[in-house]
């Protein structure tokens, strides 16, 4: 106890002394108001900073700056406009009001300071008053600027100012004395001394105004005279001393040019694809019928209301006569009937309109049957004659109707007879669109290649999907019916190749229009192609190359079709890559047997080329059946140790199909292209025309070689792909071939010498040497108790940030609920003002309304008292 006691007193004798000594005291807190924090563990060294807490001082610091801050946001929640003070120190409670008031009239010298007094240091500072400077305004010097005698009017003069406001003891010595010298002048003597000079002085001012406007008259009139002298103009000699005028440059002139150019003019709207067709229908119908009006030998007068002949004499006044207009007047229910004669007159004008547009349509057609055929317009040139004289029309009319409609059994007359004959075989311009495979192609059997074009156009156009509902389906059949009548042209002894090039045409439209059907069409072709190779390959063991002239088999001509019609460039596409799938199954199961084989080959190898010309993509299969080529190409004997896979044989009876020995058949060889005639069977050719097509073919292979070399040289293994073919090459080269050839070898070669090698050889890895095992120390990290073990330096910094976040985020959230309560409370508090307030009122009200029913209540009783 005397421990604690003698503690205690050294306590108080140091807070005294602190006091003492000028400091200044600390406050005992409350000892209710401060929260001891235990420790479990004393440590030593170790400095604690929150052993003591005093929640209520801190609960107090935090209510006082949420009411400075949240409070004050809280109740301008809702306002917009916002007072700001910018003076200088407004908000700064730091600064005194005279250091404010300083600082702020130097910043105001500061902005209001030029910068032609930049270097005036000694100066005193100008003081101003309305813009007038204080030192001029101590002067007095009123200076009263007078330019004109006009300004003079308002102003008093010296003599009249002085009669007036001078008088008394400070006349001046002339007026004492006056003009006499005996006696001064009266005050009314001089004012009309005065009045008659200022009307002397009025009539001289006017008297120079006079003369001076005279004067200027004056020169006026001479300067027009001069002018007139001045503005001469100069002779002809004069004006060929001249200079001639520079001639304007090109861009002058084009300049101009542009500005008499006509500027663009509205035009008429773009008409849609259903329009286009309908007007196209209705194009076609009326030309057809026109060109059955001509086969079957009528008049084009017939229909056509031919004017009445008219004389000279004749004044038109006859128009009451030409027709009864008079009705037949009926009542119904007591009233005249109208409806009739008005259904009657309707009727009437209603023919008279469709007989206008009968005779335009049938001129419109005329029009167009002038524009497209030549035929057709000289045969109805006698139709479009001028009218002829009265007399011609006299006669004509005079002639009995039996010359002019001739009985059946009579002839024609020749011309007509001509223009049925032309009709008969015209082209006819409707079709119906073909139900069946036959219908197409007895229309178009026969005919020449313009006109089988022009008979699918028309169908095109007669059945187009908008005109009809069921246009699309028969559209999409003509598709199917086309492919194979293309088909059937390829299968002809002589393919009429021409033909089939035009009506591709045709079907890529359809194919544009109708893309599934299409692709489903193409897509049965080669399904039925693949599934006929499969059971080959399983019946036979070998595939044979699908013909032209074979009818049963899918028709190489399809694989052409099918890369017009369809995108070749697509990763994958659905029709192209199974047509891609099939001609490499040709190119590696159909084994080469005959001169025939080679050309189908090569045939596939130039649709394979065309298919991946964009995308460049790399075939095997091709490759390889060119290098076949090349191998049955050279004696047996050169080329020994070339590799071969199927379906090329290194040695059999097909090993040197295209060895040509003959040398006069060399010579007298001239390159060209392959023809698809020599891929038929049915024609036998000669042992020339044999090595000819040989040689063919071989030029054809070294060609695609060529290609391929120019579109695979960026392959990191060109050099790998391309070796066995450069061999084989190099043979070929040696056999004597033609020049033609031979030229064509050496550019092959030179191509694929200019190739950089992109990719290096494969090299095994250099180890890098084992080290000799040193006895070095083992460097062993002491780490701190406490600490979390077993991580690196930046994992413990991460855990501290993540610590660290943690720590944040709570004490974030642990204020915005407190502000949140503060609000609440705040709120609270609102609502309770407002309810006691509004209890006040009511209070009130009752009060009064008590102390008024009191009184009307007293009043009421002494009335009854009364």
Request: charged share 35%.
């Amino acid at each position: 106890m005397g421990k604690a006691k003698r503690a205690g007193a050294r306590r108080q004798v140091h807070k005294a002394s602190a006091g003492a000594f000028g400091g200044p005291a600390k406050t005992n807190p409350n000892p209710f108001e401060v929260k001891v924090n235990k420790q479990k563990f004393q440590i030593l060294g170790r400095k604690t900073r929150h052993d003591v807490g005093l929640p209520g001082v801190s609960r107090a610091r935090a209510i006082r700056k949420r009411t400075q801050t949240l409070l004050k946001e809280y109740k301008e929640r809702n306002k917009s406009n916002v007072f700001t003070d910018k003076r200088f120190g407004e908000y700064n409670s730091n600064i005194s009001p005279e250091e404010k008031m300083m600082k702020r009239f130097a910043l105001e010298q500061q902005r209001h300071h030029e910068k032609k007094n930049i270097y005036n240091l000694n100066e005193d500072e100008e003081l101003t008053h309305y813009g007038q400077s204080l030192a001029d305004i101590e002067k007095h010097n009123d200076i009263v600027d007078s330019d004109s005698d006009t300004e003079e009017r308002g102003t008093l003069s010296a003599e009249l100012t002085a009669s007036h406001f001078g008088g008394g003891v400070h006349k001046n010595a002339s007026q004492k004395e006056g003009e006499d010298g005996d006696k001064p002048k009266s005050r009314k003597e001089l004012i009309e001394e005065l009045i008659a000079k200022s009307k002397q002085e009025k009539r001289e001012r006017q008297a120079q105004r006079e003369d001076a406007l005279e004067l200027t008259e004056k020169l006026d009139q001479d300067w027009k005279e001069i002018q007139t002298l001045l503005s001469r103009k100069p002779q002809k000699s004069e004006n060929k001393e001249k200079k001639e005028k520079p001639q304007p440059d090109a861009y002058d002139l084009m300049v101009r040019e542009l500005g008499f150019e006509m500027k663009a003019q509205p035009s008429n709207r773009m008409k849609t694809e259903e329009e286009l067709a309908k007007e196209e229908q209705e194009r076609l119908r009326k030309l057809e019928a026109e060109r059955l009006r001509r086969m079957l030998g009528k008049d084009e007068d017939e229909n056509k209301k031919k004017p009445k002949h008219m004389s000279a004499d004749d004044l038109n006044d006859g128009f009451i006569l030409d027709k009864d207009d008079r009705r037949l007047l009926s009542y119904k229910d007591g009233k005249m009937n109208i409806e009739d004669v008005q259904e009657e007159q309707s009727k009437e004008a209603g023919d008279q309109e469709n007989d206008q547009k009968e005779d335009e349509d049938e001129s419109d057609d005329e029009g167009e049957d002038g524009s497209r055929e030549d035929t057709e317009e000289s045969d109805g040139s006698d139709s479009h004659s001028d009218l002829e004289s009265n007399i011609e029309s006299e006669e004509e009319n005079e002639k009995p109707k039996k010359e002019q409609h001739p009985t059946p059994g009579e002839k024609l007359p020749s011309d007509d007879q001509k223009a049925q004959r032309a009709a008969g075989t015209e082209l006819p311009y409707v079709f119906a669109a073909p139900e069946s495979y036959e219908e197409l192609r007895s229309l178009l059997s026969g005919r020449s290649t313009e006109e089988q074009l022009l008979v699918v156009e028309r169908i095109q156009k007669c059945n187009h999907p908008s005109l009809a509902v069921g246009n699309k389906a028969k559209l999409e059949k003509l598709f199917g019916f086309l492919l194979q009548y293309v088909g059937d042209l390829a299968t002809e002894s002589a393919p009429d190749l021409k033909t089939i090039d035009k009506l591709v045409v045709q079907l890529y439209n359809l194919c544009q229009m109708f893309p599934e059907s299409a692709s489903d069409s193409i897509k049965f072709v080669l399904r039925d192609a693949m599934h006929e190779m499969e059971e080959m390959i399983e019946t036979k063991g070998r595939a044979l190359f699908p013909g032209l002239d074979v009818v049963s088999r899918d028709k190489l001509i399809y694989l052409k079709i099918t890369g017009l019609l369809f995108p070749t460039s697509d990763f994958w596409h659905p029709v192209v890559t199974p047509a891609l799938m099939c001609m490499s199954q040709m190119l590696t199961k159909c084994p080469v047997l005959s001169l025939q084989d080679v050309i189908k080959g090569l045939f596939v190898c130039c649709v394979f080329l065309e298919y991946v010309s964009l995308s460049r993509r790399f075939i095997p299969e091709l490759l390889n059946f060119l290098l076949g080529i090349l191998y049955i190409a050279i004696p047996n004997t050169k080329s020994q140790g070339s590799t071969l896979v199927h379906p090329f044989r290194a040695l059999g009876k097909n090993s040197e199909l295209l060895v040509v020995s003959d040398k006069a058949d060399m010579a007298t060889w001239q390159r060209g292209s392959l023809s698809l005639h020599w891929a038929s069977r049915l024609s036998t050719v000669t042992a020339t025309e044999a090595n000819h097509r040989r040689l063919s073919c071989l030029s054809s292979c070294l060609a695609l070689l060529k290609h391929c070399v120019l579109m695979y040289n960026a392959l990191p293994s060109f050099h790998a792909i391309i070796r066995p073919h450069r061999a084989l090459v190099e043979h070929l080269m040696d056999c004597g071939l033609p020049q033609d050839l031979q030229e064509l070898s050496r550019s092959i070669l030179s191509e694929i010498e200019s190739q950089k090698q992109h990719c290096q050889p494969l090299i095994c890895e250099k180890s890098k040497p084992v080290p000799l095992k040193l006895f070095t120390p083992r460097l062993v990290k002491v780490l701190e108790f406490g600490r979390k073990q077993g991580s690196t330096k930046e994992e413990q910094e991460r855990k501290r940030l993540i610590h660290k976040h943690k720590r944040e985020f709570k004490g974030a959230v642990r204020e915005i609920r407190k502000d949140n309560q503060f609000l609440a409370r705040m709120q609270l508090s609102e609502i309770m003002e407002r309810d006691a307030e509004r209890k006040r009122k009511v209070k009130q009200l009752f009060n009064s309304l008590a102390t008024q029913e009191g009184e009307w209540k007293a009043l009421k009783r002494k009335k009854f008292k009364k």
